[in-house]
């Protein structure tokens, strides 16, 4: 069961809540619905009046403008946490506009039962009126990574409900794109510590990434990571090699002890899993 929001207009002013509503079943047994519930009831005489032309008659079909979800960056979603980000999206209508919201999916489309995403969370929706005619709202949604599976990392359309202030109800599914990826760790140690200058020192490590299969972190594979050094005083780091991760995500190579400093690894990323470096490990050359 997915969670939608619903948005009244009640004498101008904006009630926000959210509600369950049974979800279609996808063949890989999640479910979730991308229908916003968005509602409006027809605002009193007095607010008609007080909102001119824009409420007295629909001249053009509503619209909604534009929707983006993170700012467009991409979304690192872990194992346990809940990932919660925040939305902005646009919409215009004649009459006014009630409330607009946003939602991710994958798929072929909205209504295949193949597709899956996340709405917004109903009380986070804030909206601002820009004019008469047009109103942008933010808000926030929450990616489950108890819902996810592998394949989810990669590309996720960006749609939008809407509502008028005169109750009409109009949507678009794929207004944008944002990118979501399995969030990655990775270690490092530097050893032996304190080691003579000149002396071969060995830098393991490990780097992981969420498996939303399993619930787990797991070894990353055949991956490129960089070796990198920072002599003590120095404000940034040096490549010192390019090291290749084992089938489970370990990392080992040597080097010779040259000076006092850190040492780190340092991973670029991927388009499914995120760039990270991990935390250096000070060496003490003697």
Not at 118 to 147: H, M, Q, R
Not at 160 to 178: I, M, N, P, R, Y
Not at 252 to 261: L, M
């Given at each position: ?133 047009t109103s ?13 599976i592998n ?97 489970t995500g ?37």
């Amino acid at each position: 069961m997915r969670i939608r929001a619903t948005v009244a207009a009640v004498s101008g002013a904006l009630a926000l809540s959210a509600f369950a509503v049974p979800a279609a079943q996808a063949d890989d047994g999640r479910s979730w619905n991308p229908d916003s519930g968005f509602t409006a009831t027809q605002p009193s005489a007095g607010e008609k009046s007080k909102r001119g032309f824009a409420a007295a008659k629909a001249a053009a079909a509503p619209k909604i403008t534009s929707a983006v979800v993170n700012g467009g960056k991409p979304i690192p979603v872990g194992t346990k946490s809940k990932q919660t980000v925040p939305f902005t999206a646009t919409a215009t209508a004649e009459a006014g506009v009630g409330g607009v919201a946003a939602f991710i999916w994958i798929g072929s489309s909205v209504e295949d039962e193949d597709s899956f995403g996340f709405g917004p969370n109903g009380k986070s929706i804030s909206c601002k009126v820009v004019s008469a005619t047009t109103s942008t709202c933010k808000g926030t949604i929450t990616l489950d990574p108890g819902l996810m599976i592998n394949s989810d990392a990669t590309w996720w359309r960006v749609g939008a409900s809407a509502v008028t202030e005169e109750g009409e109800e109009f949507q678009h599914d794929a207004l944008s794109k944002v990118r979501v990826q399995r969030f990655s760790k990775l270690t490092v140690n530097a050893s032996p510590e304190p080691v003579k200058k000149g002396k071969t020192i060995t830098v393991t490590g490990k780097l992981t990434r969420a498996n939303w299969d399993t619930g787990t972190y797991k070894g990353y594979s055949k991956q490129a990571v960089k070796l990198q050094f920072k002599k003590k005083g120095a404000t940034s780091y040096t490549t010192v090699k390019t090291v290749t991760t084992s089938s489970t995500g370990t990392l080992k190579t040597t080097v010779k002890a040259s000076a006092d400093g850190t040492w780190r690894y340092s991973f670029a990323g991927t388009p499914s899993t995120p760039a990270v470096s991990a935390k250096g490990d000070y060496l003490d050359v003697k």
